[in-house]
């Protein structure tokens, strides 16, 4: 079970205001792991998704619960899992006990999502839930009072480093929308092609929390100042000269 140290929590509203940056390990040297998460926390990262993905639902297969687990004692940064597999409830408890704050649920993965996400909740985990670009948003409507994040995909889940798809900006606003007249404090992901280039239209979007991978593990002046310049282009800055590569 994850601990509740305030330093690793992932909560709407936890922290201070204003975008959150959400790292992806798809692109890590996974012979170095435990090194590469604390590199990233040092980097500022809010905190790490791992891609959990079984070949099944999506055509690559990625890391489970062991390989979370064993990076775990080298961050203090809150876990996601995103559960790109085909039966996710197999996974859900074993990746909290692995680490994981909060656990993502694709809405076309399960043949009744509400439990699925109750499951996460009696885990003693925070749900998620995650639409892939051919789901319309009024799929999940209807789970909105149990989950605490929103993951759109800005691309086609199973691989890194592919291209941002604009066309789910519109969803995006859907999303915003649907969420505030909830009431409840939610957050809006974008999971897909987040660069500096992209991630000022997905903010203006609706969206408040963005996943980028490539970015952070490829940009020639280091993680840190992809951070920093996803940060400040999130938040509404202009557009700078930053060589970050999606």
């Known amino acids: 079970m994850p601990d509740s140290d305030q330093q690793r929590t992932s909560a709407p509203g936890a922290g201070s205001p204003g975008p959150r940056i959400v790292a992806s390990v798809l692109p890590a040297d996974l012979s170095r792991l435990g090194e590469e998460v604390a590199a990233l926390e040092a980097a500022g990262v809010d905190w790490i998704q791992w891609d959990v993905m079984d070949a099944c639902f999506v055509p690559n297969l990625t890391f489970g619960p062991d390989v979370i687990a064993a990076a775990r004692r080298h961050t203090s940064l809150p876990f996601e899992a995103q559960l790109m597999v085909a039966n996710p409830d197999l996974l859900i408890g074993p990746c909290v006990e692995a680490g994981c704050e909060r656990v993502i649920v694709h809405a076309e993965s399960t043949h009744n999502l509400h439990r699925s996400l109750m499951r996460v909740a009696e885990s003693g985990a925070r749900a998620g839930v995650a639409v892939n670009p051919a789901t319309p948003f009024e799929a999940v409507v209807n789970v909105l009072d149990l989950v605490d994040l929103v993951l759109v995909m800005t691309v086609n ?62 940009d020639p002046q280091g993680p840190d100042h992809a951070v920093r310049e996803l940060r400040r282009l999130a938040a509404g800055g202009p557009p700078g000269g930053s060589a970050g590569i999606r």
């Open 157 to 218: 889940p199973g691989f890194g480093g592919q291209a941002y798809l604009a066309s789910m900006e519109p969803k995006l606003r859907v999303a915003r929308s649907a969420i505030e007249a909830t009431g409840r404090p939610t957050w809006l992901e974008v999971d897909g092609g987040i660069a500096p280039d992209t991630i000022s239209t997905c903010a203006a979007a609706g969206a408040d929390v963005f996943v980028t991978g490539s970015t952070l593990f490829h």
